[in-house]
C-alpha cells in the first residue's frame, strides 16, 4: 500500500470525520488514559500538541494546561478539533507542517502520539531536534507509538519510536520507557537550568568561543567610565548550582548576565 501523505489524510478526513474511531473506541479511550497517566499530575503553563486530529486528545490534554496549542496538517480535523474544544480562549488551533513548522515555544509539555512514523526517516532527527529547542529548562516530552506495522506508515512505528527514542534520550533523562501490548510510551525530562554552570571568559582570549556561547554585559567601573564587554561559556554540570556559577566571576566584575540562555542549552 502506498505512503499516505498530508493530502491523504485531508481526504480521509473529508469522508469520514473519525475514520479511526477517535470517539466510541473503547481501546482509544484507554491509550488516552495511559497518555493522561504518562503526563502526571501536574498543571503545565504551556503544552503543544503535534497531530491534534479531531481533537479527543487535546480535550484531555486541555484540564493539565493553563495554555494549549494543538497543531495538525489538516484543515479539516482542525476544524472539527476546535468545534469539539470547549470554548476557551487558553487553547488554540494552528495548522502546521512537520517538522519545518514546528512553534518555536518554549513549552513545559510536549505531546507526540501516533505521528512519527508517518514522516519521513529523514524527518526524525529534525523533529527530534526542534522538540528539545522547543521545550523550556524543566519541560517534559511524552511520545505514545503503535507497535505493529501499518500498510500506509513511511516507516515501521517501532523503528521509528527507537530512532527518536535515541535522539532525544541522548540530550534528556528519561523518566519512563514502558512497552504495553499494542503501544510503547516514552517521558523524557529536559534537564533544568540551574543543572547548567557559567564560567566568566574575558573577550580578549576567547573572543569567538565565547560569543558563540553566550553573551554576558557589564559595566567594569573603570575610571574612564569605559564599559567592558565580556563572555559567558554554558557547561553540563550536575549538582552544581547556576546563581553559584555565576558569582565565579573576575574581580573587578560587578554582575554578570546571560542573554538568551534558551538558545545555549
Not at 507509538?145 to 500506509?152: A, E, G, I, L, Y
Not at 512497552?179 to 543543572?195: A, N
Amino acid at each position: 500500500m502506498r505512503t499516505i501523505d498530508i493530502a491523504g489524510f485531508e481526504n480521509k478526513f473529508r469522508v469520514n470525520i473519525d475514520p479511526w474511531n477517535y470517539t466510541h473506541s473503547r481501546f482509544e479511550w484507554v491509550k488516552r488514559q495511559m497518555l493522561l497517566r504518562a503526563c502526571g499530575p501536574s498543571k503545565y503553563g504551556r503544552v503543544l500538541e503535534l497531530g491534534c486530529a479531531i481533537g479527543e486528545t487535546t480535550r484531555v490534554l486541555a484540564r493539565l494546561s493553563l495554555r494549549l496549542v494543538a497543531v495538525d496538517a489538516s484543515p479539516t480535523a482542525l476544524s472539527e478539533a476546535a468545534r469539539r474544544a470547549p470554548r476557551d480562549r487558553r487553547i488554540r488551533f494552528h495548522r502546521a507542517i512537520l517538522p519545518g513548522q514546528m512553534p518555536r515555544g518554549p513549552f513545559d509539555l510536549i505531546v507526540v502520539s501516533e505521528l512519527i512514523y508517518y514522516l519521513r526517516p529523514h524527518y526524525l532527527k529534525p523533529l527530534a531536534d526542534r522538540i528539545f529547542a522547543a521545550l523550556a529548562p524543566g519541560g517534559m516530552t511524552v511520545v505514545l507509538n503503535h507497535r505493529r506495522p501499518f500498510d500506509d506508515a513511511a516507516i515501521p512505528p517501532a523503528l521509528a519510536h527507537s530512532r527518536l527514542r535515541r535522539r532525544l534520550a541522548s540530550r534528556m533523562n528519561v523518566l519512563k520507557d514502558a512497552s504495553h501490548r499494542h503501544f510503547d510510551i516514552l517521558v523524557l525530562k529536559r534537564r533544568s537550568l540551574t543543572q547548567y554552570t557559567t564560567y566568566h571568559v574575558p573577550s580578549e582570549k576567547n573572543d569567538k568561543a565565547g560569543r558563540r556561547q553566550a553573551e554576558a554585559r557589564e559595566h567594569s567601573g573603570s575610571k574612564d567610565g569605559s564599559t567592558a564587554l565580556h563572555y559567558c561559556r554554558l557547561r553540563w554540570r550536575p549538582k552544581r548550582n547556576l546563581e553559584r556559577a555565576v558569582t565565579e566571576t573576575q574581580p573587578d566584575c560587578r554582575a554578570a548576565r546571560c542573554l538568551n540562555w534558551r538558545d545555549y542549552l
